[in-house]
């Protein structure tokens, strides 16, 4: 068992370490405040290739793997979770499910645009009435032949609006249940489609969350991803891996707050020296290493799995599970080790755990995750 990362890993690790610090960091609390779209910090993230880091050069991707992904998704997230979710949606939900299930057709007409960052994608699968229970699809594809006409809402939907593509999953045979629903590539400026107001959130306040409203839209049936009724696996498959890029967001978000607290306690003075030699601070500090040290482990590991081309859907959703929780733990005791100032937003942490509260939620929230560990573990 070889723990070591490689030359190339930690050259990725440092570009995103990098990019952070001098791209990201300006701004962030006011992107968060104002609910901004980091748009141009996007714009130079696809142009490094970070939105495209699994996909294979020959279409627009930078052809790594998905160690080095969760490497750069967990730099990012200690400074940005709001861009790092752009990131995660479009690495793993779109692109990924773009290059290994579509046409040589679809992956030249929408993958290049997508891992080479000219264009972004958004994975739109939940809906009002369907959201754990994923397989109540009301959003109709009805077969009209050579297209499909597509009625229905999504909601939740991360990059809404400032996506080009949409991946849609659509139910077109409701009589045969998860075996009926049909994945749709779907172009944003399509006739027929309404986007609803940005979502005042919480956390992630720069991501760009929307409902998208779907009215007699006509989508070619060369647009369909896999056999007909392949959509639900489609989805699933996906998010199996979205899953690894998720908890890696959760990972950066909760080695992001432990920095600060670290650094904090070394600075701030009460009875006459640092907190840090108070020891009730030390094992609070303690047990933030440890579980951030489990969590990354783990997300290595599942990416690991995947790189090895071995079953990742148990490791992934455990990684998941495991990593947002300590996120949303350590985030709240780095406030607590700040103290007052961790209330406020120019010490950083407050947003960290208002963001940290989503990773629990998204791409299946915990209680979802406990049903694939659970499933999998008694089958
Ligand atoms: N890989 C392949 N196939 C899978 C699969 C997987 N990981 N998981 C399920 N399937 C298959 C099953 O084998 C089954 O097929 P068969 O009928 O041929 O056996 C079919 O899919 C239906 O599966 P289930 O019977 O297990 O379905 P279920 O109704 O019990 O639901 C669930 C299972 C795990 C709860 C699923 O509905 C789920 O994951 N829900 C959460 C949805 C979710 O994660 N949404 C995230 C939206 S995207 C997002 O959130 C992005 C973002 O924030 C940034
Ligand atoms: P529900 O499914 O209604 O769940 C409510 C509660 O009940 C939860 O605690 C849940 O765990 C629990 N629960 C439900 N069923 C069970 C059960 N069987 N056993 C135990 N507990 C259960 N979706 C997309 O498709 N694309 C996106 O890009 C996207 N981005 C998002 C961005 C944000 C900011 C947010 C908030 C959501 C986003 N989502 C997206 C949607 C997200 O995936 C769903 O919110 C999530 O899957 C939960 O669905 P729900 O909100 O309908 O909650």
């Known amino acids: 068992m070889d723990y070591q990362l490689t030359e190339e890993h930690l050259m990725i690790q440092k570009a995103a370490r990098d990019f952070a610090i001098s791209e990201l960091l300006p701004g962030v609390i006011e992107r968060d405040e104002h609910q901004k779209f980091p748009a141009e910090q996007i714009k130079k993230l696809g142009e490094l290739g970070f939105l495209g880091m699994m996909v294979s050069p020959k279409y627009g ?3 790594l793997d998905t160690i080095s992904y969760v490497l750069a998704m967990e730099e990012i997230s200690k400074i940005d ?18 290059e290994a299930f579509g046409t040589e057709e679809q ?8 891992a080479s960052g000219q264009v972004i994608g958004a994975f739109l ?19 009209k032949g050579d297209h499909y006409l597509v009625n229905g809402t999504k909601n939740w939907i991360t ?62 049936k060369e647009n369909r991803i896999g056999e007909d009724g392949f959509g639900f696996k489609f989805a ?20 992001g707050a432990y920095e600060l607290a670290l650094k904090y306690s070394k ?16 094992f609070k500090l303690a047990d933030m290493a440890t579980r951030i040290e489990a969590s990354r482990l783990m997300c290595l590991k599942a990416a690991w799995e995947k790189d090895m081309g071995i079953d990742y859907t148990l490791s992934g959703s455990m990684a998941k599970v495991f990593a947002s929780e300590t996120a949303m733990w350590v985030t709240t005791e780095a406030v607590q080790v700040h103290g007052g100032y961790g209330y406020v937003k120019e010490y950083h942490v407050e947003r960290l755990m208002r963001d940290a509260k989503i990773t629990q939620i998204y791409e299946g929230t915990s209680e979802v995750q406990r049903i694939v560990i659970s499933r999998a573990i008694l089958s």
């Open 267 to 282: 600075q701030r003075k009460a009875f006459g020296k640092e907190i840090s030699q108070h020891q009730a601070i030390q």
């Open 107 to 114: 992956k030249q007409k929408y993958l290049v645009p997508l």
């Open 125 to 143: 699968l939940s809906e009002p009435e369907a959201g754990s229970d994923a397989t109540s699809q009301r959003t109709v594809a009805e077969d």
């Open 159 to 220: 990059n809404g609006n400032s996506a080009s593509i949409y991946l849609v999953i659509t139910q077109t045979h409701p009589e045969k249940g998860s075996k009926g629903i049909n994945a749709l590539i779907v172009e944003k400026n399509s006739p027929g489609i309404t986007i609803g107001a940005k979502e005042n959130k919480l956390g992630i306040r720069g991501s760009d969350t929307h409902s998208i409203m779907f009215q007699d839209v006509k989508v070619p």
């Open 61 to 63: 991707g930078a052809g």
């Open 236 to 255: 699933m498959k996906t998010l199996s891996g979205g899953r690894i890029g998720i908890a890696s967001q959760a990972l950066g978000i909760a080695s």
């Open 81 to 98: 979770a709001s861009a790092s979710v752009v990131m995660s949606v479009n690495n793993s939900l779109v692109c990924w499910g773009l």
